[in-house]
């Protein structure tokens, strides 16, 4: 077996060990047949060399478990290679074979091969950072190479980073998320305000830290990884594609439904999925709801406690290799491994707005072609304490109820009353008709009507 990644040079490592020996390597078309394969293993034998095959040439279609068929000639003498990209795909041929391990490019490598295929100098400064982000097999920074050279002339840092971002692939486990706000509309206190900053000076600092300063060795090239903690509608998601706007990487939601299950042994094999599609290239994973995936690791009582532990330990190992940024935002902290929460580099409590910052977002949610004059600003951040999620829903419904046929684009302060107050209503939260002053008589009338 000779293992490595996909794009790895796997048939090129097998036939040097060979020629060490003095013996040549053939490797067969990709469009060989499975019937044809007992000819192409005589052919290598009839001619004294060893013979390439790739997994997938061999791969049984009926098998649900993703093992190799039965070689045909199994009496035959004959050097064989047989490139797969994990050892477990090798189920049914034996597990137990001495197998050549075909180690990634390190960022020194990598940094070669750019300069290799990016000679153009006015490129050099980036491409230290285009190693780092990208943990590409030679085969694939060349392939990116050439589509550059297609542009017939020096492409923008831009263009760089989204051709070598191109052939990122998450599947179903992730689904992309298009930045919606930017670093100056996220409303914090002024320590939490601080602890993003510091998280985003982190990662442009990363590539320097790790190969000018030496620390890639000692962390593994690690990323970075993030708790952002707090009740619903402080701003936990708006913060995470923030941060992904300004640090220009792609932004990842992990769909729980699809990487959880209820089988034992697939909730690890899903994440195992996901991480080794994900540190291919620099960008961000966000866990919603984390508690769900992270809890706290319980008492063993039956099968199911021990391997729902298992895949716990299996997360906390993966996220200390892995090499961008991950972000979990939860609701309840409480409920997190601690010896998660060591792990994290950044822990960020999302409080809920004071009445200062309730006034800042009350401004920034309504919409720039809306008359808000008749808006009292103060009176609304003083009277309700809302997280900024709830203030942003009373404002588009009291937009969808104003905007008749031809009604101006203005909103008034009845129509955000009655919308503040069917938010309480949703929330299942107290409130005094003393609460809302001057306009008590719209919610006293409301609630005789209901």
């Known amino acids: 077996p000779v293992l490595g990644a996909a794009d790895a040079p796997l048939a090129e490592t097998a036939a040097a060990c060979a020629a060490l020996a003095g013996v040549e390597t053939l490797k067969p078309s990709t469009a060989l047949p499975r019937d044809q394969l007992a000819q192409a293993l005589c052919t290598a034998w009839l001619r004294g060399c060893a013979l390439y095959l790739p997994a997938r040439l061999i791969k049984d279609p009926t098998a ?15 050097l064989l290679f047989i490139g797969v990209q994990e050892r477990g795909a090798l189920r049914g041929l034996g597990e137990s074979l001495p197998a050549l391990e075909v180690p990634p490019p390190d960022h020194a490598q990598r940094l070669a091969c750019w300069r290799q295929h990016l000679p153009d100098h006015q490129l050099t400064p980036l491409l230290p950072e285009l ?15 050439a589509e550059l050279a297609a542009l017939g002339r020096a492409p923008s840092a831009a263009e760089l980073f989204a051709a070598a971002r191109a052939d990122l692939d998450l599947g179903t486990l992730a689904q992309p998320v298009t930045p919606r706000f930017r670093r100056a509309e996220l409303m914090l206190p002024p320590a939490q305000a601080a602890q993003i900053d510091e998280l985003v000076a982190a990662m442009h600092n990363l590539t320097r830290v790790h190969y000018d300063w030496g620390t890639a060795r000692a962390w593994n090239e690690g990323g970075l990884s993030a708790l952002f903690a707090g009740p619903p509608g402080t701003g936990k998601t708006m ?7 300004e640090l220009g990487l792609p ?3 992990i769909d729980l439904s699809q990487v959880v299950n209820k089988y034992i042994g697939e909730t690890e094999k899903n994440l195992r999925r996901l991480f080794d599609a994900a540190d291919s290239a620099d960008l961000i994973l966000f866990f919603d709801e984390a508690d769900a995936l992270f809890g706290k690791r319980t008492e063993v009582k039956d099968a199911h406690d021990r391997y729902a532990n298992l895949e716990i330990s299996y997360l906390l190992e993966r996220m200390e290799r892995f090499k961008g940024l991950a972000i979990l935002a939860t609701n309840r902290r409480k409920d997190l491994d601690e010896a998660f929460l060591r792990r994290l580099r950044f822990v960020v409590e999302f409080p809920l707005p004071s009445a200062e910052e309730r006034l800042r977002i009350w401004r920034s949610v309504i919409p720039a072609e809306v008359d808000a004059s008749a808006l009292d600003f103060e009176f609304l951040a003083q009277r309700f304490a809302l997280a900024g999620g709830h203030i942003r829903g009373v404002v588009f419904n009291a937009c969808l109820q104003c905007a008749a046929e031809g009604a101006p684009r203005r909103l008034d302060m009845p129509a955000i009353v009655r919308a503040l107050q069917r938010e309480y209503d949703k929330l299942d ?11 008590a008589e719209l919610v006293a009338t409301r609630r005789t009507r209901r």
Not at 239 to 245: D, L, N, Q, R, V
Not at 429 to 439: E, H, I, T
């Open 131 to 145: 190693a780092r982000r990208f943990r590409y097999e030679g085969t694939a920074i060349a392939r990116v190479a």
């Open 429 to 439: 939260r107290a409130n005094s008709l003393d609460q809302f002053g001057p306009y």
């Open 251 to 253: 932004l990842y939601r």
């Open 64 to 78: 649900h478990d993703g093992g190799l068929d039965v070689l045909p000639l199994p009496g035959l003498p004959l």
């Open 239 to 245: 913060a995470a594609e923030a941060m992904a706007a």
